[in-house]
């Protein structure tokens, strides 16, 4: 209206009188300005879209959030979404990733979802427009390479020097990493030279800090992101330097260019740690995803993936109980044949570890599977839920959800490398295990390493299974148990 010559006031009261004229609530753009749209608008496609438009342009803080969800599927653990988002955590006049989540909320842009398999709600892209409905097995699967990787990259950044060795902050302990009242995915305070400074005679650190992101190539508005993040973070007068690393599979040229120009230190897996350990870490997230999880993995290829990301200090526990699954799956058909899927969802109401459909009358077997570490046992309220939850949850929506199911016979058993814990083994045998379309069983330690001694198994899941799930690393398992 102003480019046709009507004064910038008139056109204001010419919007405000407009019949049928929404403002969105709770969101304000710089210099207060609102998101005005059509009532007839609100929701579909090209709102979303003009609404992403104006946090790109106007809203960054809103704007980082977003592209952050959008990179990573369109979810993330909701502990992760203050590294995402990339907005200071406490900074006066600034909005914090708190209010940013509780205002996308309120618009409906997000969501929150609850997923027992990693014990924390994820983050979620809400409208249909997005296509996420949950978190999927890629994500988890991207997730836990983030995680291998984190330990990796803060393990070289320690016997490097670049932080003080015994000070590191990583992902995924209960303080969130931070500096500058920021979150990170790695923090340490770095006595290297440039970054020292002295402040009265007293010696100041600067800081190594550092984001992760695999599964995807960074693009141009990630770096564009980080940078700002970077900037945010290096902004108050009093802050110390930093030194800045983004790392990821792979970067755009101009995305990469963009990085360094900006005097960030962008680099890729591979260039850290070389292409073997880059292509595993690539290999775990194909095992983990749906695409290498409907089918009977290689058990060679399994155990190459295994050896060379459990070299990697502090990755191992989360590692090999994430591949648990698989191996479980591996060993169950080769020795009852079959056909193997893991990880499976059935319309976002339940989910199945390990599922073998064997041929003709013969029952189908569905597991869930518990890796323990040293010392720990499948409690009392595991087998619980597993009893008065998953079972009945799965036994009825599989037979709703798939024809080929209405009518078979079930098998549910819960299978761990270690032990039941005493309360939990008197409780189930006082429980009913017989149904008239399912039966129950539980398996431990003990059984799973003399299930894994039938000739048909493979040497590979045998070694996997003495080296990874039946020593000290985890539990220790013999055959007189």
């Not at 700002?228 to 108050?236: E, F, I, Q, V």
Request: proline fraction near 4%.
């Amino acid at each position: 209206m102003v480019d046709r010559g009507i004064s910038s006031q008139a056109a204001r009261k010419r919007v405000e009188r407009a019949e049928g004229i929404k403002r969105l609530a709770g969101i304000r753009f710089e210099k207060n300005a609102k998101f005005i749209y059509h009532q007839d608008q609100y929701g579909d496609d090209r709102f979303w879209n003009a609404l992403e438009e104006a946090f790109k342009t106007n809203g960054k803080c809103y704007w980082g959030a977003m592209l952050g969800l959008k990179q990573r599927g369109g979810a993330c653990p909701k502990s992760l979404f203050s590294r995402i988002c990339g907005a200071p955590i406490r900074r006066k006049n600034q909005l914090s990733p708190e209010t940013i989540l509780e205002r996308l909320t309120n618009i409906h842009l997000i969501k929150e979802v609850e997923d027992e398999k990693i014990g924390e709600p994820w983050i979620c892209l809400n409208p249909y427009f997005y296509g996420v409905s949950a978190p999927s097995p890629e994500y988890r699967a991207v997730l836990m390479a983030e995680y291998v990787a984190i330990q990796a990259i803060a393990d070289w950044a320690r016997k490097l020097g670049f932080g003080s060795y015994g000070k590191f902050a990583v992902r995924g302990q209960i303080a969130v990493p931070e500096v500058s009242g920021i979150a990170w995915d790695i923090t340490a305070p770095s006595y290297m030279r440039p970054l020292v400074s002295v402040l009265e005679g007293k010696i100041k650190p600067g800081f190594f800090v550092c984001d992760v992101a695999l599964g995807h190539q960074i693009t141009n508005e990630e770096v564009e992101l980080f940078i700002r993040k970077y900037d945010m973070a290096a902004s108050p007068h009093s802050m110390a330097p930093l030194m800045g690393f983004l790392v990821a599979d792979g970067f755009m040229q101009t995305a990469y260019d963009k990085a360094r120009s900006s005097g960030l230190i962008a680099c890729t897996t591979s260039q850290l740690f070389g292409e073997d350990l880059a292509k595993s870490l690539n290999d775990l997230i194909r095992l983990l995803s749906d695409a290498g999880r409907t089918a009977a993995v290689n058990p060679e290829h399994l155990e190459k993936v295994i050896n060379s990301l459990s070299r990697i200090e502090g990755a191992s526990a989360n590692l090999r109980g994430s591949l648990f699954e698989l191996v479980v799956g591996n060993l169950l058909v080769a020795v009852t044949g079959g056909y193997l899927t893991v990880g499976r969802k059935i319309a976002d109401l339940a989910e199945i570890d390990v599922i073998i459909d064997r041929p003709e009358e013969a029952p189908t077997l569905i597991v869930e599977c518990k890796a323990k570490m040293s010392g720990s046992m499948v409690s009392l309220a595991d087998v619980q839920k597993w009893y008065n939850k998953s079972v009945p949850v799965i036994n009825e929506t599989i037979r709703q959800y798939d024809i080929k199911y209405k009518d078979k016979k079930l098998e549910f058993e819960i299978w761990t490398n270690g032990r039941f814990h005493p309360s939990a083994v008197k409780w189930l045998n006082k429980q009913e295990t017989e149904f008239e379309n399912h039966s129950l069983a539980w398996r431990e330690g003990s059984y799973v390493k003399e299930y894994s001694q039938n000739d048909n198994v493979s040497k590979h899941t045998r070694d996997i299974l003495k080296e990874h799930y039946f020593k000290n690393a985890l539990t220790m398992v013999t055959s007189e148990e």
